[in-house]
C-alpha cells in the first residue's frame, strides 16, 4: 500500500508565505501524477494543483499565480509554494498521489491564514 505524507502547514499571517511538501512511497516511475487538494470547514474538497509525471501543471482558478507546484526531480516528493496568501486559503490541504493508475490520499496537514 502506498504510504502518502504531507508536512509544512501552519498559521501564517495574510500576504506570507508557506511550503507544503508530500512524498509517496512508491518507485517514481510508477506515479502517474499527483494532486494537492484542499478542504475548508464546511465547503466540498476541491483541486488545488496537480503536476504530471511529464511535469506539466495545473492550478484552480482561486490559486492562480499564487500557488507553485513543484517536484523533486529523483525523489518520490512534490511541493507546494504558497505565496500572498489570504484568509480564504485557510483549509486542510491533503496530497492525492496516483500510482501505475490506482489513487492515495494524505492524512492532510492544516494551513490557517490569521492575524
Known amino acids: 500500500q502506498v504510504q502518502v505524507v504531507e508536512s509544512g502547514g501552519g498559521l501564517v499571517q495574510p500576504g506570507g508565505s508557506l511550503r507544503l511538501s508530500c512524498e509517496a512511497s512508491a518507485r517514481l516511475s510508477t506515479i502517474y501524477f499527483m494532486d494537492w487538494y484542499r478542504q475548508a470547514p464546511g465547503k466540498q474538497r476541491e483541486l488545488v494543483a496537480r503536476?504530471?509525471?511529464?511535469?506539466?501543471?495545473i492550478y484552480g482558478d482561486s490559486v492562480k499565480g499564487r500557488f507553485t507546484i513543484s517536484r523533486h526531480n529523483t525523489k518520490n516528493t512534490v511541493y507546494l509554494q504558497m505565496n500572498s496568501l489570504k484568509a480564504e486559503d485557510t483549509a486542510v490541504y491533503y496530497c492525492?498521489?496516483?500510482?501505475?493508475?490506482?489513487?492515495?490520499w494524505g492524512q492532510g496537514t492544516q494551513v490557517t491564514v490569521s492575524s
Open positions: 492525492y498521489a496516483d500510482v501505475s493508475g490506482r489513487g492515495s
Open positions: 503536476i504530471t509525471t511529464g511535469g506539466s501543471t
